[in-house]
């Protein structure tokens, strides 16, 4: 699944340390058409990054960085990828690096088990800027994503007020949950963007 | 992976770190093969910080995880942010429409019976007058007319719309059919019980077990409530048919409620299952609610708090 207009193949940045070579090698491993190689690279390691992050993990971005290297050095050393099972193998070196992290960091871990934990503060004390922006964005969305999102997120104990947007809608409450998302995913670039921080999807 | 649970409860163990390393290991593959198996989860992620963003959860280990991560606190103040906007929407697109008594819809009681003595007046006086013209055959017409009266000394009817739609009909019109001697005698309607004084909970029900629950909501029980009313959420369950639940207080271990071949009834809202539990079987605690179908186990925590006079 790819956004329209969200890739560029000639402007796929490489990861530090991995050669050009071992690279491109990776690219036609994902699939041999050098655009959508690019474009199945970037959802990967978009996912990779949320993978790691999902699992607690400190620098999510510099793992996923180390992912693809390690799985690029093997490919460099002959090692082909199923095409029955491409991205397995992804996964596979993935969880290698996670545990690695982890037995690095069980002390650190413990800690972080012992609970009583307070809430985390917000982003930025004054939340007024970010809610300008906010309000900018909606206000550049189609008039029905931006109807749907709002009345998604409306009033307290809001699982009632879903279910029935998702029935007056006649799709299923995981297919609401998943278009409601994606229009958020829009608010988020475009937040991003409004306040002048780096939006998720550039990569250092 | 227990592909019988819905796929958001999956993805919500997933988040919260309550799948085994196993299960979560499979379903990271899935997610890395699945695009939209990703969204879901990205969404159901978003939906987490949403809740807490509302204080809807409490803050456990796995949550302070999402939110602290720099994706995360912007995920946070993206969810506080959409929340505020959409909830200040709500409240201007409210209307209070001011409540009018339908007066005209209420006969004052003193007045309904004073024009039904008057009407019963009225009719004996024509019906002497009718006996004293007409030939005797036409009896019977007169006890017809008589029994057709609506009956003068009146049940105890109780204030509310049962009233008012009785004391419309009896200051209107006259029942269709004549009502035989045995009705008007028996005339006061039957007292209706009063309905059990209940209080309603709804909640959602979880695979997720063990002390690192997100979320334990906590009910009300006013003073006088008889019946307590739990609607639980059955949503992605329905092709198990008939269930089985069972209430059981946490601090004493002790199953305080349970009951069979419950099926799911559909609400406004969806498809739930509804218990009916005394209220004496629940005073002020933890309690864990378990349904079992076939070999699904789910369970959900709640907290009751009876409040005194």
């Known amino acids: 699944m790819t956004r329209p207009?969200?890739?560029d193949a000639t402007r796929t940045p490489r990861p530090q340390g991995l050669t050009r070579e071992g690279f491109e090698a990776l690219l036609t491993q994902l699939d041999p058409d050098r655009e959508r190689a690019g474009q199945r690279y970037e959802i990967n390691r978009r996912k990779l990054v949320r993978?790691?992050?999902?699992?607690?993990?400190?620098?999510?971005?510099?793992l996923t960085d180390e992912t693809f290297d390690r799985v690029a050095r093997k490919l460099a050393e002959g090692i082909e990828l199923r095409s029955a099972d491409p991205y397995g193998y992804f996964c596979g070196v993935a969880h290698l690096v996670y545990k690695e992290v982890m037995r690095r960091a069980s002390r650190e871990r413990r800690a972080l088990e012992g609970g009583g934990w307070p809430p985390p503060e917000c982003l930025s004390e004054d939340e007024s800027p970010y809610l300008e922006c906010l309000r900018q964005c909606l206000d550049g969305l189609a008039h029905e994503e931006r109807d749907l999102v709002l009345r998604y997120h409306q009033g307290e104990n809001n699982v009632r007020n879903r279910q029935a947007l998702a029935r007056e809608l006649g799709i299923q409450?995981?297919?609401l949950r998943i278009r409601v998302h994606r229009v958020r995913r829009k608010l988020e670039d475009c937040v991003h963007g409004c306040l002048g921080s780096p939006s998720r999807e550039t990569f250092s | 992976m227990n592909e019988n649970l819905p796929k958001n409860e999956l993805l919500?163990?997933?988040?919260?770190?309550?799948?085994?390393e196993d299960e979560a290991d499979r379903l990271e593959r899935r997610l890395i093969e699945d695009d939209e198996f990703f969204d879901l989860c990205e969404a159901v992620e978003a939906d987490l910080i949403a809740a807490y963003a509302r204080g809807e959860l409490k803050t456990d280990v796995a949550l302070h995880r999402l939110v602290s991560s720099p994706g995360g606190r912007a995920r946070l103040a993206l969810a506080r942010s959409?929340?505020?906007?959409?909830?200040?929407?709500?409240?201007?697109s409210r209307t209070v429409?001011?409540?009018?008594?339908?007066?005209a819809a209420v006969v004052r009681p003193g007045a309904q019976w004073a024009l039904a003595a008057a009407a019963a007046i009225l009719v004996l006086i024509g019906a002497f007058w009718f006996t004293r013209q007409t030939p005797p055959e036409s009896g019977a017409q007169i006890q017809e007319v008589k029994n057709s009266l609506p009956p003068t000394s009146g049940s105890e009817q109780q204030p509310g719309p049962s009233k008012t739609k009785a004391l419309d009909t009896a200051s209107q019109t006259p029942p269709d059919r004549p009502v035989r001697q045995d009705e008007r005698t028996s005339a006061k309607t039957p007292k209706r019980p009063e309905p059990l004084k209940a209080a309603v909970f709804e909640l959602a029900l979880t695979t997720l077990r063990g002390a690192e629950r997100a979320e334990v909501?906590?009910?009300?029980?006013?003073?006088?409530t008889e019946l307590v009313e739990i609607r639980l959420d059955v949503e992605g369950y329905e092709d198990l048919e008939v269930f089985h639940a069972a209430v059981r207080n946490q601090e004493s271990r002790e199953t305080v409620w349970e009951k069979g071949g419950l099926k799911p009834r559909r609400l406004e809202w969806g498809p739930a299952l509804v218990l009916d539990i005394p209220a004496g079987r629940l005073p002020s605690g933890r309690y864990e609610v378990t349904v079992t179908a076939g070999t699904t186990d789910v369970s959900q925590?709640?907290?009751?708090?009876?409040?005194n006079r």
């Open chain 1, 5 to 7: 207009g969200d890739h």
């Open chain 1, 51 to 62: 993978l790691f992050e999902w699992r607690g993990c400190d620098s999510p971005e510099n």
């Open chain 1, 173 to 175: 409450l995981n297919a």
């Open chain 2, 12 to 20: 919500r163990g997933y988040l919260l770190g309550e799948l085994a």
């Open chain 2, 82 to 92: 959409l929340n505020s906007v959409a909830d200040s929407r709500l409240s201007e």
């Open chain 2, 97 to 103: 429409v001011p409540f009018r008594r339908r007066v």
């Open chain 2, 217 to 224: 909501q906590k009910f009300p029980v006013p003073a006088g």
């Open chain 2, 301 to 307: 925590q709640f907290e009751v708090a009876r409040e």
